[in-house]
């Protein structure tokens, strides 16, 4: 039997994995953080979490843990993976990555340096429907992919205060104060996924100009951020958070050159649907069809996914995300979703401010790979 990987979770998002930890047997949920007192202990008693830490650092330092999650607001990620690293322990971190371009050069260079395991924590490439459209790809379903679309649309702006009490939470300038795609890789991820091996190279981003509402924050209402790849193939990413509309999270959109596919719309046939040729439909490409018709397709892991596995969240997904996480630690392997896509992910969200705040002009993005010279890591303009 070997020895129990020991995960220790920081902030209360992080008991969105606590279902998907309690179902690997070799794991145990070791330790919470979080500087909020009544939080830490809830969770802590809730799951009979034996170390609890207020201080981020004790946890990181304290020799009863293997393995961190890191789920506190996002200008706290870099820092504290840092942290983590540097105290010999194993990260897996929430969206984004990072909040400035300087701090992915030194997430990249610090898991290199110490060689422990970084997995990013984006959720959304783990829903079925992202998994089922990436096997379809892989088997050339949709021919050569060449245009993808992914949109956040999530009108949460009233978080820019913590409604409970009344006081202004992190969000108010570290996402709502940015100007450009500041939460790019739910939008970006999954479609990068279906863009298997390429890299966005060069990104613009466009806005409304002016302001369309009394909220008073610095984000702009809805941006769209043009991406090319190194392939010359296009990928557009939406994210609009303030707007006047209802919740569409999970939109995407896959163009090949032998077909389609397009996630659910919310209303009339507002399932996920795909335009495909087949063997008995060779004008598929013309007419939709649902994209669970092709269930079949569906990686094994998601298709045979016990209660447990599907009840961790989002159709199995949160349970496959740290499963991956615990089985890259195991194996001393970086995951698929690793440092690197953390960095280039959440790059062209920092960088669509900059392109945005300079006439949309388009903007080179670092290629984040394994030593990457030190002459690269720099922002081109
Ligand atoms: N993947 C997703 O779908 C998803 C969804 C929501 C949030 N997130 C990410 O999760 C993170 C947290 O978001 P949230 O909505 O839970 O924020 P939140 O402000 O609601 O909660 C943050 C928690 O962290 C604690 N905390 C704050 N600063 C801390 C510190 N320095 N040390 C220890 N604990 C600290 C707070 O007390 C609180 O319990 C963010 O990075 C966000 O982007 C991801």
């Not at 009339?268 to 069809?289: C, F, K, L, N, Y």
């Not at 669970?292 to 892991?301: G, I, M, N, Q, T």
Request: charged share 25%.
């Amino acid at each position: 039997m070997p020895k129990k990987i020991r995960v220790g979770i920081a902030g209360a998002r992080g008991q969105s994995i606590i279902q998907g930890l309690l179902s690997e047997p070799d794991v145990e949920l070791a330790a919470v953080c979080d500087i909020d007192e009544d939080t830490m202990n809830r969770i802590g008693d809730t799951y009979n979490i034996p170390n609890r830490y207020r201080i981020f650092e004790d946890m990181a330092m304290s020799d009863k843990v293997d393995a961190i999650h890191i789920a506190t607001p996002m200008e706290t990620h870099v820092p504290y993976a840092l942290c983590a690293l540097e105290f010999g322990k194993h990260v897996m971190c929430e969206v984004t990555g990072g909040s400035t371009m300087d701090e992915l050069f030194w997430l990249c260079e610090k898991v290199e340096e110490t060689g422990l395991i970084y997995m990013y924590a984006e959720n959304y490439c783990y829903t079925p429907e992202v998994q089922l459209v990436k096997s379809m790809v892989d088997k050339g379903m949709f021919g050569k992919p060449y245009y993808g679309v992914g949109m956040y649309l999530h009108n949460c702006s009233d978080l820019s205060t913590y409604a409970h009490n009344g006081v202004t939470s992190w969000r108010k300038y570290w996402q709502f104060g940015k100007r450009g795609n500041f939460y790019p890789t739910h939008s970006l991820g999954p479609v990068m996924t279906w863009f298997e091996g390429e890299h966005v190279t060069e990104i613009s981003c466009f806005a409304p100009k002016g302001c369309h509402n009394d909220l008073g924050l610095r984000q702009d209402d809805g941006t769209t951020t043009m991406c090319y790849t190194d392939k010359g193939n296009v990928i557009q990413i939406r994210v609009d958070c303030t707007s006047n509309r209802p919740h569409q999270m999970t939109y995407y959109q896959l163009q090949g050159d032998k077909g389609m596919y397009q996630a659910g719309t919310g209303l009339g046939s507002g399932s996920p649907a795909v335009a495909i040729r087949t063997g008995e439909d060779p004008h598929g490409d013309q007419h939709w069809r649902p994209l669970f018709d092709f269930k079949d397709y569906l990686p094994d892991r998601y298709k045979f996914a016990s209660d447990d596995q599907k009840n961790a969240g989002h159709g199995g997904g949160d349970f496959f995300l740290v499963h991956d996480f615990i089985q890259a630690i195991r194996d001393n392997k970086q995951p698929y979703y690793d440092v690197y896509k953390a960095a280039e992910w959440t790059a062209v969200g920092l960088l669509s401010d900059l392109s945005v705040t300079n006439g949309s002009r388009a903007i080179e993005v670092p290629h984040f790979r394994p030593k990457m010279p030190r002459e690269e890591m720099f922002t081109k303009i």
